[in-house]
């Protein structure tokens, strides 16, 4: 797949406020500062398309972007934020929550997660809960360029051992680097082969 055209559609607070269509929806989500909206970009080849920010917990509504006239990648709020008000950060998880258990139109959930770091407890509970409620999920390692290949696939390999403690199956994994580029047909691809499918 190759995205021609991307194009901010409308924010929501709830999945009950997004937009009123039938289109497959593609959404991403990941702790703070897993370099989401970095992602997004390098996607679309747009530089700003999602905000970039170095504070964690920029993401505070639900964004939809419509993609060749035919998807909609769906930015969602993190998790995990570290400086965000005890307040928002209650708000925060039921609006995802509502979106990913609510949303017919939702196809596959990406949850993101930051290569260089050991498996964390925070992303394991988030990926148990998606396997409960039966959420078509795939994961994508970010920031692959920040580390030696040696050591990417040291943790890959960590990863899906700590995985498998749980799990029979492993869902699609994805590793990306928002700076080289890499990752991106294979995520594009296997999005362009879902839609097929539908």
Known sequence: MIIKKAEFVKSSANHSQCPNSQLPEYAFVGRSNVGKSSLINMLTNRRSLAQVSSTPGKTRL???????????????????????????????????????ANREQLVMLFLLIDARLEPQAIDLRYINQLGEHQIPFALIFTKADKLSRSALNRNLEIYKNKLLEIWEELPPIFV?????????????????NTMNMI
């Open 62 to 100: 639900i964004n939809h972007f419509l993609i060749n006239d035919c998807w909609h990648l769906v930015d969602l709020p993190g998790y995990g934020y570290a400086k965000t008000s005890k307040s928002a950060k209650r708000e925060f998880q039921p609006m995802t929550g509502d979106y990913i």
């Open 176 to 192: 990306e680097s928002a700076e080289t580029g890499q990752g991106k047909q294979e995520i594009l691809d296997y999005i362009e």
